[in-house]
Protein backbone atom coordinates (compact mmCIF):
# COMPACT_ATOMS: atom_id res chain seq x y z
CA UNK A 1 0.00 0.00 0.00
CA UNK A 2 1.27 4.02 -0.11
CA UNK A 3 2.81 5.76 2.61
CA UNK A 4 0.47 8.54 2.74
CA UNK A 5 0.94 10.56 6.10
CA UNK A 6 3.29 13.03 5.81
CA UNK A 7 3.48 13.29 9.54
CA UNK A 8 6.28 12.63 11.62
CA UNK A 9 6.11 13.75 15.10
CA UNK A 10 3.26 14.02 18.28
CA UNK A 11 3.55 16.09 20.90
CA UNK A 12 1.14 15.70 24.05
CA UNK A 13 1.35 17.70 27.40
CA UNK A 14 0.91 15.79 30.60
CA UNK A 15 -2.08 15.72 33.11
CA UNK A 16 -1.10 13.17 35.78
CA UNK A 17 -3.43 10.79 34.04
CA UNK A 18 -3.25 9.36 30.47
CA UNK A 19 -0.20 6.73 29.77
CA UNK A 20 -0.81 5.63 26.52
CA UNK A 21 0.14 8.32 23.57
CA UNK A 22 -0.58 7.63 19.46
CA UNK A 23 2.75 7.92 18.33
CA UNK A 24 0.37 9.65 14.62
CA UNK A 25 2.43 8.34 12.43
CA UNK A 26 3.93 4.85 10.57
CA UNK A 27 7.02 2.90 11.27
CA UNK A 28 8.16 -0.30 10.62
CA UNK A 29 9.97 -1.50 13.96
CA UNK A 30 10.34 -0.34 17.43
CA UNK A 31 13.45 0.75 17.65
CA UNK A 32 12.19 3.75 14.57
CA UNK A 33 10.18 5.38 17.75
CA UNK A 34 12.34 8.30 19.59
CA UNK A 35 10.52 9.74 22.86
CA UNK A 36 11.58 12.65 24.51
CA UNK A 37 10.43 13.67 27.88
CA UNK A 38 10.14 17.55 29.12
CA UNK A 39 10.46 18.55 32.28
CA UNK A 40 10.83 21.94 34.32
CA UNK A 41 14.52 20.53 34.45
CA UNK A 42 14.98 20.53 31.03
CA UNK A 43 14.39 18.06 28.34
CA UNK A 44 15.30 13.93 28.96
CA UNK A 45 15.76 11.32 26.13
CA UNK A 46 13.78 8.38 27.45
CA UNK A 47 14.97 4.51 26.63
CA UNK A 48 12.76 2.16 25.00
CA UNK A 49 12.02 -0.82 26.88
CA UNK A 50 12.93 0.51 30.30
CA UNK A 51 10.91 4.16 30.30
CA UNK A 52 8.30 3.15 27.65
CA UNK A 53 6.97 1.03 25.14
CA UNK A 54 6.06 0.48 21.95
CA UNK A 55 3.55 -0.88 19.97
CA UNK A 56 1.80 -1.02 16.01
CA UNK A 57 4.88 -1.37 13.83
CA UNK A 58 4.03 -1.37 10.61
CA UNK A 59 0.36 -0.38 11.25
CA UNK A 60 -0.94 3.17 10.11
CA UNK A 61 -0.47 4.56 13.74
CA UNK A 62 1.19 2.82 16.35
CA UNK A 63 1.21 3.62 20.41
CA UNK A 64 3.47 4.09 22.82
CA UNK A 65 2.79 3.38 26.56
CA UNK A 66 4.33 5.94 29.32
CA UNK A 67 5.72 5.06 31.62
CA UNK A 68 6.23 0.75 31.27
CA UNK A 69 5.18 -0.98 33.87
CA UNK A 70 7.46 -1.59 36.75
CA UNK A 71 9.56 1.54 35.28
CA UNK A 72 11.06 4.23 38.06
CA UNK A 73 9.10 6.84 35.81
CA UNK A 74 5.56 8.64 37.38
CA UNK A 75 3.04 9.52 35.05
CA UNK A 76 3.09 12.33 32.69
CA UNK A 77 2.37 15.19 35.01
CA UNK A 78 0.59 18.50 34.02
CA UNK A 79 3.53 21.09 33.28
CA UNK A 80 5.39 17.87 30.87
CA UNK A 81 5.12 17.15 27.83
CA UNK A 82 5.88 13.84 25.51
CA UNK A 83 7.49 14.16 21.59
CA UNK A 84 7.54 11.09 20.11
CA UNK A 85 9.24 11.44 16.54
CA UNK A 86 9.85 9.35 13.88
CA UNK A 87 14.18 8.52 13.72
CA UNK A 88 14.75 5.30 11.39
CA UNK A 89 18.28 4.40 10.84
CA UNK A 90 19.61 6.05 7.50
CA UNK A 91 20.42 2.70 5.68
CA UNK A 92 19.55 0.37 3.14
CA UNK A 93 18.13 -3.01 4.63
CA UNK A 94 17.02 -5.08 1.69
CA UNK A 95 18.86 -6.86 -0.31
CA UNK A 96 17.76 -7.94 -3.89
CA UNK A 97 19.32 -10.69 -5.26
CA UNK A 98 19.13 -11.07 -9.02
CA UNK A 99 18.95 -15.07 -8.73
CA UNK A 100 15.64 -15.09 -6.35
CA UNK A 101 12.42 -14.20 -6.58
CA UNK A 102 11.75 -10.86 -6.29
CA UNK A 103 8.90 -10.25 -3.77
CA UNK A 104 7.15 -6.82 -4.25
CA UNK A 105 6.15 -6.44 -0.71
CA UNK A 106 9.55 -6.42 0.04
CA UNK A 107 10.14 -3.36 -2.03
CA UNK A 108 7.19 -1.56 -1.06
CA UNK A 109 8.57 -2.13 2.72
CA UNK A 110 12.11 -0.65 1.22
CA UNK A 111 10.28 2.30 -0.28
CA UNK A 112 8.24 2.92 2.95
CA UNK A 113 11.38 3.06 4.62
CA UNK A 114 13.08 5.58 2.30
CA UNK A 115 9.85 7.61 2.76
CA UNK A 116 10.12 7.59 6.76
CA UNK A 117 14.01 8.65 6.64
CA UNK A 118 12.87 11.63 3.88
CA UNK A 119 9.99 12.62 6.42
CA UNK A 120 12.56 12.63 9.57
CA UNK A 121 15.32 14.24 7.76
CA UNK A 122 12.60 17.15 6.96
CA UNK A 123 11.46 17.69 10.50
CA UNK A 124 14.60 18.19 11.69
CA UNK A 125 15.49 20.91 8.83
CA UNK A 126 12.18 22.22 9.09
CA UNK A 127 13.46 23.51 12.78
CA UNK A 128 16.68 24.72 11.39
CA UNK A 129 18.62 28.01 10.73
CA UNK A 130 18.83 28.11 7.01
CA UNK A 131 20.66 30.73 4.66
CA UNK A 132 20.23 31.53 0.78
CA UNK A 133 21.72 29.10 -1.18
CA UNK A 134 24.46 31.33 -2.39
CA UNK A 135 25.09 33.19 1.11
CA UNK A 136 28.41 32.47 2.68
CA UNK A 137 26.87 32.97 6.19
CA UNK A 138 27.91 30.12 8.93
CA UNK A 139 24.18 28.99 10.22
CA UNK A 140 26.34 28.21 13.64
CA UNK A 141 27.68 31.84 13.80
CA UNK A 142 24.01 33.31 12.62
CA UNK A 143 21.88 31.48 15.35
CA UNK A 144 24.99 32.78 17.93
CA UNK A 145 24.75 36.28 17.21
CA UNK A 146 20.55 36.00 17.00
CA UNK A 147 21.22 34.53 20.66
CA UNK A 148 23.59 37.89 21.78
CA UNK A 149 21.46 40.07 20.14
CA UNK A 150 18.39 39.06 21.77
CA UNK A 151 20.18 39.08 24.90
CA UNK A 152 21.16 42.69 24.55
CA UNK A 153 17.99 43.29 23.69
CA UNK A 154 16.61 41.82 26.78
CA UNK A 155 19.01 44.19 29.10
CA UNK A 156 18.65 47.07 27.03
CA UNK A 157 14.49 47.03 27.38
CA UNK A 158 15.26 46.43 31.26
CA UNK A 159 17.41 49.17 31.47
CA UNK A 160 14.75 51.51 29.45
CA UNK A 161 11.69 50.65 32.00
CA UNK A 162 13.73 51.11 35.20
CA UNK A 163 14.98 54.95 33.66
CA UNK A 164 11.41 55.12 32.88
CA UNK A 165 10.19 54.69 36.46
CA UNK A 166 12.42 57.00 37.23
CA UNK A 167 11.70 59.91 35.08
CA UNK A 168 8.13 59.00 36.15
CA UNK A 169 9.59 59.64 39.57
CA UNK A 170 11.25 62.96 38.98
CA UNK A 171 8.49 64.15 37.22
CA UNK A 172 5.78 63.45 39.89
CA UNK A 173 8.34 64.98 42.40
CA UNK A 174 8.56 68.39 40.33
CA UNK A 175 4.90 68.39 39.85
CA UNK A 176 4.48 68.04 43.64
CA UNK A 177 7.38 70.67 44.00
CA UNK A 178 5.38 73.12 41.63
CA UNK A 179 2.36 72.92 43.22
CA UNK A 180 3.51 73.84 46.65
CA UNK A 181 4.72 77.35 44.84
CA UNK A 182 2.55 79.97 45.53
CA UNK A 183 0.98 81.20 42.62
CA UNK A 184 0.91 85.16 41.63
CA UNK A 185 -0.68 87.28 43.60
CA UNK A 186 -0.46 85.16 46.97
CA UNK A 187 0.17 87.09 49.83
CA UNK A 188 2.21 85.02 52.05
CA UNK A 189 1.94 84.50 55.23
CA UNK A 190 4.15 86.96 58.05
CA UNK A 191 6.11 84.01 59.12
CA UNK A 192 7.53 83.83 55.40
CA UNK A 193 7.96 87.15 54.13
CA UNK A 194 11.06 89.18 55.21
CA UNK A 195 8.99 92.92 54.85
CA UNK A 196 6.71 91.67 58.10
CA UNK A 197 9.38 90.64 60.17
CA UNK A 198 10.18 92.74 63.28
CA UNK A 199 13.87 93.02 63.12
CA UNK A 200 16.90 91.65 62.32
CA UNK A 201 17.60 89.29 64.37
CA UNK A 202 13.93 88.07 63.34
CA UNK A 203 15.42 88.07 59.80
CA UNK A 204 18.15 86.14 59.92
CA UNK A 205 16.43 83.13 61.78
CA UNK A 206 13.58 83.48 58.77
CA UNK A 207 16.46 82.53 56.28
CA UNK A 208 18.71 79.89 58.22
CA UNK A 209 21.55 82.35 58.17
CA UNK A 210 22.11 83.07 62.42
CA UNK A 211 24.61 81.19 62.58
CA UNK A 212 26.67 81.70 59.84
CA UNK A 213 26.04 85.81 60.23
CA UNK A 214 27.32 85.57 63.57
CA UNK A 215 30.20 82.56 63.03
CA UNK A 216 28.92 80.79 66.13
CA UNK A 217 30.35 77.21 65.51
CA UNK A 218 34.05 76.47 64.96
CA UNK A 219 34.22 75.72 61.32
CA UNK A 220 31.70 78.80 60.49
CA UNK A 221 34.30 80.94 62.85
CA UNK A 222 37.44 79.61 60.41
CA UNK A 223 35.89 81.06 57.52
CA UNK A 224 36.60 84.88 58.68
CA UNK A 225 40.59 83.50 59.30
CA UNK A 226 42.63 84.27 56.43
CA UNK A 227 44.34 81.13 54.59
CA UNK A 228 42.12 78.53 56.78
CA UNK A 229 41.55 76.76 53.91
CA UNK A 230 43.95 77.49 51.75
CA UNK A 231 46.82 76.84 53.68
CA UNK A 232 48.74 73.02 53.45
CA UNK A 233 46.15 70.62 55.24
CA UNK A 234 47.00 67.46 57.27
CA UNK A 235 45.45 64.48 58.95
CA UNK A 236 45.24 64.62 63.25
CA UNK A 237 47.22 60.86 64.21
CA UNK A 238 44.88 58.98 66.03
CA UNK A 239 46.93 57.79 69.12
CA UNK A 240 46.39 54.24 70.55
CA UNK A 241 48.04 53.46 73.53
CA UNK A 242 48.93 50.12 75.79
CA UNK A 243 47.62 47.97 72.81
CA UNK A 244 47.79 44.37 73.38
CA UNK A 245 46.40 41.88 70.52
CA UNK A 246 44.36 42.57 67.46
CA UNK A 247 44.04 45.84 66.09
CA UNK A 248 41.12 46.44 63.48
CA UNK A 249 42.38 49.40 61.32
CA UNK A 250 40.30 51.64 58.95
CA UNK A 251 41.46 53.41 56.20
CA UNK A 252 38.90 56.24 56.50
CA UNK A 253 40.25 56.66 60.01
CA UNK A 254 43.83 56.23 60.51
CA UNK A 255 45.43 57.38 57.82
CA UNK A 256 47.92 59.18 60.60
CA UNK A 257 48.22 56.42 63.18
CA UNK A 258 50.54 56.33 66.49
CA UNK A 259 50.60 52.29 68.31
CA UNK A 260 51.87 51.99 71.17
CA UNK A 261 51.73 48.29 73.00
CA UNK A 262 52.43 46.88 76.08
CA UNK A 263 52.24 43.35 74.50
CA UNK A 264 52.36 41.34 71.16
CA UNK A 265 50.25 42.85 68.89
CA UNK A 266 48.40 42.03 65.12
CA UNK A 267 47.41 44.46 62.81
CA UNK A 268 44.43 43.47 60.25
CA UNK A 269 43.39 44.99 56.92
CA UNK A 270 42.60 47.83 56.88
CA UNK A 271 38.50 48.37 56.25
CA UNK A 272 37.57 51.10 53.94
CA UNK A 273 40.70 50.11 51.32
CA UNK A 274 40.84 52.14 47.62
CA UNK A 275 43.45 52.49 45.55
CA UNK A 276 45.62 55.26 46.11
CA UNK A 277 44.85 55.39 49.99
CA UNK A 278 47.68 56.36 52.30
CA UNK A 279 48.48 55.05 55.97
CA UNK A 280 51.17 56.37 58.17
CA UNK A 281 51.96 54.30 61.39
CA UNK A 282 54.41 54.77 64.18
CA UNK A 283 55.18 51.93 65.90
CA UNK A 284 56.45 51.67 69.69
CA UNK A 285 57.16 49.56 72.51
CA UNK A 286 59.81 49.90 75.66
CA UNK A 287 60.34 46.35 74.98
CA UNK A 288 61.17 43.45 71.92
CA UNK A 289 57.29 42.65 71.61
CA UNK A 290 56.14 40.42 68.42
CA UNK A 291 54.12 42.25 65.19
CA UNK A 292 52.08 39.88 63.38
CA UNK A 293 51.27 41.22 60.30
CA UNK A 294 47.78 40.54 58.39
CA UNK A 295 48.34 39.28 54.58
CA UNK A 296 47.63 42.39 53.05
CA UNK A 297 50.44 44.69 53.96
CA UNK A 298 53.68 43.50 51.28
CA UNK A 299 56.70 44.50 51.70
CA UNK A 300 58.63 46.25 49.28
CA UNK A 301 61.98 45.14 47.48
CA UNK A 302 64.46 47.29 49.74
CA UNK A 303 62.79 46.83 53.41
CA UNK A 304 60.77 43.70 55.28
CA UNK A 305 57.85 43.94 57.29
CA UNK A 306 59.45 44.03 61.25
CA UNK A 307 58.39 41.20 62.92
CA UNK A 308 59.10 42.99 66.45
CA UNK A 309 59.33 46.35 67.77
CA UNK A 310 62.54 48.29 68.22
CA UNK A 311 63.12 48.00 72.46
CA UNK A 312 62.32 51.97 73.06
CA UNK A 313 62.41 53.67 69.51
CA UNK A 314 60.13 54.42 67.30
CA UNK A 315 59.40 52.62 63.82
CA UNK A 316 57.98 55.20 61.43
CA UNK A 317 56.37 53.31 58.40
CA UNK A 318 54.06 54.36 55.14
CA UNK A 319 52.16 51.86 53.39
CA UNK A 320 49.92 52.71 50.18
CA UNK A 321 47.21 50.65 48.68
CA UNK A 322 47.73 49.39 45.59
CA UNK A 323 44.81 47.19 44.27
CA UNK A 324 42.23 48.25 46.66
CA UNK A 325 43.24 45.09 48.65
CA UNK A 326 47.17 44.78 49.31
CA UNK A 327 49.02 47.65 51.40
CA UNK A 328 52.59 48.11 50.20
CA UNK A 329 55.46 49.30 51.94
CA UNK A 330 56.52 52.92 50.47
CA UNK A 331 58.98 53.81 53.09
CA UNK A 332 60.67 53.02 56.32
CA UNK A 333 62.51 54.68 58.78
CA UNK A 334 63.26 53.70 63.06
CA UNK A 335 64.71 56.64 65.73
CA UNK A 336 68.65 56.30 66.26
Not at 20 to 36: D, H, I, M, Y
Not at 49 to 56: C, F, I, P
Not at 107 to 131: F, H, N, P, W, Y
Not at 164 to 178: G, H, R
Request: charged share 15%.
Amino acid sequence: MTYTSSASKSKYAGNGVATQFPTGFKFLKSSQVKVLLVTVSGPVPLIENTDYTVAGAGAVSGTVTYPKAGSARQVLAAGETLTIYLAPQIAQETKISNTSTLWLEEVEVALDLLTMICLSLQEETGRSVKVAIQDTTDPAALIAQLRTDAANATTSASTAATKANEASASAAAAAAAAASVPSAGTVLLKASNLSDLADVAAARTSLGLKSAALLESTVLAQLAVVGAYTRQQYAVPVVLTAQNGAIALDADLHQDIDISATGAITLGAPANAVRGKTIFMTLYAASALAITWNAAFKPNADNALDATFAAGKRIFLNFRCVDGANWLLMGRTKEA
